[in-house]
């Protein structure tokens, strides 16, 4: 059991401040929630705190507020030199650091020329970026005018990028010619032409020239739809100077956001603007703990909700020097983040547990090769984090000195919503829990009735609204209250399970809907990996179900050994010992495969349903989002490998 793991540390105080907050919270949410906006900068002050019509929640009604101005204006007189991005391509001589001055002066250029293209308030910008400071420039200058941007994450393939296109109508995108991954060059604009066949809602295109690709004039040679093309330095050179940031009602939407489902249409998630920074900013600051001589580096793609709250929006709007890098954690080598980490002597390193474990396979003790002395904070972000890969982040990069903060959040709650809040004091550590809910936050474990339970596994839910709620699903209100609210009554459910120890602590036991139903008991995919990867020889595990006349479904496990096991037999057995001793002979896998790499996303999920759909000998589907072909093909070669051993045999 998860919960059964003890503290690792007494940390650094009997959590008294932060209890204090979250009664003052409970005990007057608005009032608690109007001091926190208050850390930002208005135009014009609310005229109410909430206005909640289940399931819709408006926060700082009338009050008028604009992004680009807290994340840049107001900075400008004290920390306009300060710099805000320290930026490094996927090859080492690639590197740029950009003040707060220069952010301002391109934000206020860019914002300019989309007002000259006809942009305006309320309309939809689609950017297909790489991990370039223009993206964050372009997403500022969006917001600058008052116009809503759709950042599509640039592994995203055309046929995605034009769904969200066409389900947002945006009247322009802006992207580039193309970036290096893994040594490769990544022709971003290729894909463009592709979506935009599809699309008509879409004027123009502002390609960043960031290659060279197509030569000076940064046009693409195919004749392929009717939008116009604009070189982005041709376009942006013509401007200078201001651009009055635009007066936004705090309920106006600040951007919409896709999930990245497997199946069905993509949901835009639309935030607010008053709100969700209200919220980014506080639990950034209650996170964090943030210093004005902290180095920030959030290993997130933009293209991800952590990467539009952690990256852009909250560091911004506190004045933070954030590190943001182009490449792969593992190209050239695996020790790309830390040699950056030594170069901008970051301070905080918060990254997530599926990079932790192909990070750990290579038994690098990190700290022993790099000197990382200038890091005091760790944080995980993502998906919930196996005890022992936990344990391994602890020692092998945090030299067993350094508060590790596990944060648990979606794309809809706009930021964190459990997480040991080390800007208000360091709570004991238990490893693989999230910890505590943050002040505000009113979350619970229920039963199939919602009763609330503790010690056993249940279903997460938050009873109360909060500012960085989002505001509904884009054009669709009616499957926003199905998605979200229709489970338990008035209650935001996340169809996350979880557990609350004795101590109230919440441990994230994975997707309800990634269920495996072994004669009749279900059990979530990620108890069953946990206990996998609890062994000394596994770096990665994921198990998928297989179709079993007389079980239902049985186990199938796919396992990335450290390096230095190969015999495969002995560990076999050795590895279903020990899902037997952890969750029982009910969680026994069938077979096991023996993989160098699983198939993941570039956001580094790993595709389950691609190995389901090899083990039942489905169709596998789209792979346009899958990060390297090699890891599908080599999946598929051990399986058919192994099957006809067991075949023969």
């Known amino acids: ?96 650091s950009i003040t707060y001055r220069e952010m301002h002066r391109e934000v206020n250029r860019v914002a300019n020329a989309l007002k000259d293209l006809g942009l305006k308030r309320g309309d939809r910008v689609a950017i297909y ?16 005018i008052g116009a809503i941007h759709s950042v599509v994450f640039s592994g995203f393939s055309a046929g995605a990028l034009a769904d969200r296109i066409n389900d947002s109508n945006a009247r322009l995108v802006i992207t580039a010619d193309g970036y290096h991954r893994r040594g490769k060059v990544i022709n971003l604009m290729e894909n463009v ?24 004039n ?40 896709y999930t990245s489902g497997t199946t069905g249409k993509p949901k835009g998630i639309v935030h607010s603007t008053g709100g969700y920074l209200t919220y980014a900013n506080a639990t950034f600051r209650w996170i964090f703990g943030i210093r004005d001589e902290d180095v920030y580096f959030c290993t997130a793609d933009i293209g991800w909700v952590t990467g539009h709250s ?54 690098i003790e990190y700290a022993k090769v790099h000197d990382l002395s200038s890091l005091r904070l760790l944080g995980t972000v ?44 360091v709570l004991p550590m238990k490893p693989g829990s999230a910890s505590l809910p943050l002040p505000g ?45 229709s489970r338990f009554r008035n209650a935001y459910y996340p169809a996350d399970y979880a557990m609350v120890d004795d101590d109230g602590y919440f441990w994230l036991l994975g997707r309800a809907d990634e269920v495996l139903k072994v004669a009749g008991h279900r059990l979530g995919t990620m108890e069953v990996e946990s206990a996998i990867v609890a062994h000394p020889a596994v770096a990665e595990a994921a198990v998928v ?60 999920k790993i595709m389950r349903r691609l190995l389901k759909a090899i083990v039942n000998d489905a169709q596998i589907g789209d792979t346009t989002t899958l990060d390297d072909e090699a890891a599908i093909d080599e999946v598929k070669a051990v399986y058919e490998e192994l099957r006809k051993k067991i075949t023969s045999d």
């Open 545 to 604: 179900g297989k179709v079993d006349q007389i079980k239902g479904e049985s186990i199938v496990a796919f396992v990335v050994p450290k390096q230095g096991y190969a015999e495969y037999s002995e560990l076999r057995h050795s590895i279903i010992k020990q899902v037997e001793s952890s969750l029982g002979a009910i969680a026994r896998p069938e077979q096991i495969y023996f993989v160098s790499k699983l198939p993941k996303t570039r956001s580094g």
């Open 441 to 485: 936050i009113d979350a619970a474990v229920v039963d199939d009735d919602g009763n609330e339970v503790r010690g056993k596994k249940g279903y997460l839910i938050v009873k109360r609204p909060w500012p960085g709620l989002m505001l509904t699903i884009w054009g669709d209100d009616e499957r926003y209250k199905q998605t979200y609210w």
């Open 382 to 425: 993502g998906e919930p984090i196996n005890p022992e890969v936990w344990l391994w982040y602890y020692r092998a990069i945090g030299e067993e000195r350094l508060p590790i903060v596990d944060t648990w959040w979606q794309t809809e709650t706009g930021a964190a919503l459990i997480a040991n809040a080390a800007g208000i004091e």
């Open 193 to 216: 032409a592709s979506a935009l066949n599809a699309c008509k809602s879409v004027e123009h295109v502002i390609m960043l020239n960031r290659l060279g690709i197509y030569g000076n």
């Open 129 to 144: 970026m790489p991990m370039v400071p223009e993206l964050p420039i372009a997403m500022l200058a969006c917001v600058r």
């Open 310 to 363: 952690y990256v852009v929006y909250a560091p911004m709007m506190n004045a933070t020097t954030i590190i943001m890098y182009e490449g792969t954690p593992d190209y050239p080598t695996v020790h790309r983040w830390f040699e950056l980490i030594e170069r901008f002597r970051a301070t905080i390193f918060y990254t997530t547990p599926t990079a932790l474990r192909m990070l750990m396979r290579y038994n």
């Open 1 to 96: 059991m998860l919960a059964g793991s003890s503290k690792i540390t007494k940390g650094t105080s009997d959590g008294r401040l932060l209890m204090q907050l979250r009664d003052r919270a409970a005990r007057d949410p608005e009032g608690f929630w109007a001091e926190q906006a208050t850390l930002l900068e208005w135009f014009k002050v609310w005229d109410t705190v909430l206005d909640w019509k289940p399931p819709f929640a408006r926060w700082f009604v009338n009050g008028l507020i604009n992004a680009s101005y807290n994340a840049l204006d107001r900075h400008l007189p004290s920390k306009g030199d300060k710099v805000a991005i320290h930026w490094q391509g996927e090859q080492d001589d690639e590197r740029r």
């Open 218 to 257: 940064g046009k693409s040679n195919s004749s392929i739809s009717d939008a116009s093309y604009i070189d982005w330095h041709d376009m942006v050179d013509r401007y200078d100077g201001y651009c009055e940031p635009e007066r936004v009602e705090s309920n106006e939407p600040l951007f919409i956001l």
